[in-house]
């Protein structure tokens, strides 16, 4: 989603993965290994069948850049580059795997570079794992906006504004942010949308050999894998999408329900941390933890909290709930987050400003990388927005009484598209909030956890029934996506489709790790 909380990073870029222990139910695929593919057109040909300088690029890794057209409407027009990394099967190789970390923003490139512990070695085996920046993200034609001072000041922004002049803040920072996105990125922005990125996968796919595509991605991953098997129903080969986003739910709608999400997940963590010894919090009841939390929120509001970095940033509410948000992703991470509210309830609000910064992708020296700017960016174009600041006003009032803690929070990070300078261009200009059928394509594996607090539960169900061959397999868990997370009975039901195509039975849910 477009927001200040949001790159929708998966739990695998926060922590390791841990292995439990399942069994699972399976049914064949029935469908022919290399069925008839749709061969691109002629006027892009010359894409598909360039013959890109793989080179090595450390630890193993491949890496190349393959060109695309800017506008696919136009293929003889501009060109960009999409930067692409692959790490070598170890076995006897079936092909490639191409993978999303989620966002929009998240490196591709940086999220492959972890290969080794976010796959299994089945798979590593028998598929090259296949990774790469978006267009507008990272290494590929990179938006760019702000300086790394400026974004400060904009991720700093009053999420809860409840004053006029907070309220106006917001406006001005918002504005300012889709300005300089047109001066430095105008001409890029049109184009940087999903459909277009389904597309330069494509290409990809074609570069590397493969007659159909394997897929595994998470988080806004499974939006582009969606929007790739609406595209190319006949070229998907299998596809996992772990911790769906609906892309039938509009843009408030989703970000009501995603701040929904943190409620859930929040209470989740009090839950769990009221049965540890080393719980910060004074009250022995749930709601009790949940309203210190809230406290801690209008504190840091009135008073920011101490920054031991110094750095120079004031720990505000926004720095806050960015630092308590970042550990909900995984519940491995959530013996961190006791100890980082411990401080806090102290005054002191350094380690949550760490894990906000792991968030943003803000490195120890101040830089940013382009995530925060991508983000909004692809998001603005792919998904309308309501325009007006009362109009944003009013959702947020509403959003807060749904999810008390990240309500207006979630729903102020997507004003800069109220004032987005750009509509989406060529391929990307199509109406972007509809089911995706993907009517023709293989069963796909749609993945979704219980309690995931960045995609919920109900959006992998939504988007398993949108689907007219979508397998819906449910994980009764903690933590952003499923798959390498610590469920045994996830990782062997993904490996087996991937690998065998065998299809778990519509339904199963894997039981919570041990």
Not at 62 to 74: N, R, T
Not at 243 to 266: H, M, R, T, W
Not at 294 to 313: E, V, Y
């Amino acid at each position: 989603m477009t927001n200040r909380i949001m790159a929708a990073c998966t739990a695998a870029l926060l922590t390791a993965a841990l292995v439990g222990a399942c069994s699972t139910s399976e049914e064949p695929a029935a469908r022919a290994a290399n069925d008839a593919r749709t061969a691109p057109t002629p006027a892009l040909q010359s894409f598909y069948s360039q013959t890109p300088d793989w080179a090595g690029c450390g630890e193993g890794f491949e890496c190349a850049k393959v060109k695309v057209p800017l506008d696919y409407a136009k293929p003889s027009g501009e060109q960009i580059e999409i930067s692409a990394i692959r790490l070598p099967a170890t076995g006897k190789r079936m092909g490639s795997l191409f993978i999303n970390p989620g966002g929009p923003g998240a490196s591709g490139i940086q999220y492959t570079r972890a290969a080794p512990f976010l796959f299994t070695d089945d798979l590593r085996a028998r598929f090259d794992i296949v990774g790469f920046d978006p267009r507008g993200v990272g290494e590929s034609a990179p938006v760019r906006c702000m300086s790394s001072q400026e974004l400060d000041a904009y991720v700093g922004l009053d999420g809860s504004p409840d004053t006029p002049e907070e309220i106006a803040a917001q406006e001005k920072g918002s504005k300012a942010f889709a300005a300089a996105c047109e001066a430095k990125s105008g001409s890029l922005l049109p184009y940087v949308g999903t459909a277009n990125a389904a597309r330069d996968m494509d290409v990809l796919r074609g570069v590397v050999g493969d007659s159909g595509l394997t897929y595994l991605g998470k988080s806004y991953g499974t939006y582009l894998g969606a929007l790739y098997a609406d595209l190319f129903p006949k070229r998907v080969r299998a596809l996992v999408l772990d911790g769906a986003v609906d892309p039938a739910v509009s843009s408030f709608s989703a970000n009501k329900v995603q701040a929904q999400g943190f409620e859930v997940a929040l209470k989740a963590f009090t839950e769990d941390c009221l049965r540890v010894s080393a719980c910060p919090f004074t009250s022995r009841t749930v709601d009790g933890a949940m309203a210190e939390v809230a406290g801690l929120l209008q504190k840091a509001d009135a008073h920011p909290l101490r920054n031991d970095l110094g750095d120079g940033r004031v720990i505000n509410e926004a720095w806050t709930v960015l630092g308590i948000v970042t550990p909900l992703y995984d519940h491995q991470q959530w013996s961190r987050l006791r100890t980082a509210l411990g401080q806090a309830f102290k005054g002191n609000g350094t380690d949550l400003l760490r894990m906000a910064d792991i968030l943003v992708d803000r490195q120890p020296g101040g830089a940013y990388s382009n995530q925060t700017e991508s983000n909004m960016a692809i998001n603005c174009i792919d998904h309308p927005y309501p325009k007006g600041t009362a109009t944003y006003e009013k959702a947020a009032v509403d959003a807060a009484k749904a999810a008390p803690h990240f309500g207006s929070f979630v729903m102020w990070g997507s004003f800069p598209c109220s004032f987005w300078p750009v509509k989406a261009a060529g391929a990307d200009a199509a109406d972007s909030v509809k089911p995706l059928k993907a009517e023709g394509a293989p069963p796909i594996l749609v993945v979704g956890t219980t309690r995931d607090p960045a995609t919920p539960y109900e959006w992998a169900k939504g988007l398993a029934s949108e689907l007219s061959s979508g397998v819906l397999l449910g994980y009764d868990g903690d933590g952003h996506t499923a798959y390498r997370t610590g469920s045994a009975c996830v990782d062997t039901a993904v490996d087996d489709y991937l690998i065998s195509l065998r299809v778990p039975k519509k339904g199963m849910l894997c039981p919570e790790a041990g």
